[in-house]
């Protein structure tokens, strides 16, 4: 199985770099750089790809993905974390205009968080969710009816606190108060397919 996808992989880049010798706008950001004017932060899962969902073509969004999506609380002690140096580097050397942080459905990472509540962590996978632990006990107003899955409703959570802790990083709030950014929060519904953004003023979901 590993040889057949790999085997795939390899003839799959040869002929996007056979097309992409080609075309413009690539050639453009090898002499130019980036300049991407969104930044999504999303999950590991293979499911939600951001680049694929979109549509989205070189040069339109710097991406992060951690397990579970999670944007831990910015801590002075824990200066150069991955998200924090990317967040930085995306606020202050691309002055990104939107930070859109993705979760989704059957989350594994979540089901991961909720598993060990409590406990101390065992390994590196969960002292990483546990960097979200305080979103347990986090509630929202109202949940979509359609979400009845107790592990979706955490994502849901563990969202809306990622959210709020956007706000702790100082690039992101000097950002912010310039008018110079916007942050959202999205969940996906990878079964139906459908897209709910949080409300922070209401502290809920909607569609859309």
Not at 163 to 191: E, M, T
Request: hydrophobic share 40%; glycine share 4%.
């Amino acid at each position: 199985m590993d040889r057949i996808n790999i085997t795939k992989f390899i003839k799959s880049f040869n002929e996007k770099a056979t097309y992409l010798a080609k075309d413009q706008n690539y050639k453009n950001l090898v002499e130019h750089g980036q300049r991407p004017e969104t930044m999504i932060i999303t999950c590991c899962d293979s499911r939600v790809d951001p680049a694929l969902l979109f549509q989205a073509d070189f040069g339109d969004i710097f991406v992060l993905r951690n397990v579970a999506n999670i944007v831990p609380a910015f801590d002075e002690s824990n200066i150069g974390c991955a998200t924090g140096s990317a967040l930085e580097f995306a606020v202050t050397e691309l002055a990104v205009k939107d930070i859109v942080i993705i979760g989704h459905s059957d989350c594994v990472g979540i089901k991961g968080l909720c598993a060990h509540t409590g406990n101390p962590p065992q390994n590196s996978i969960e002292a990483w969710l546990d960097l979200a632990k305080d979103s347990l006990e986090h509630d929202l107003a109202a949940y979509p009816a359609e979400i009845t899955q107790l592990n979706d409703q955490q994502c849901l959570r563990t969202l809306a606190l990622s959210w709020q802790n956007l706000a702790s990083y100082p690039q992101v709030v000097r950002a912010i108060d310039r008018n110079a950014l916007k942050v959202h929060a999205w969940y996906y519904d990878i079964n139906k397919l459908a897209i709910k953004c949080y409300n922070h003023t209401e502290n809920t979901y909607e569609n859309l």
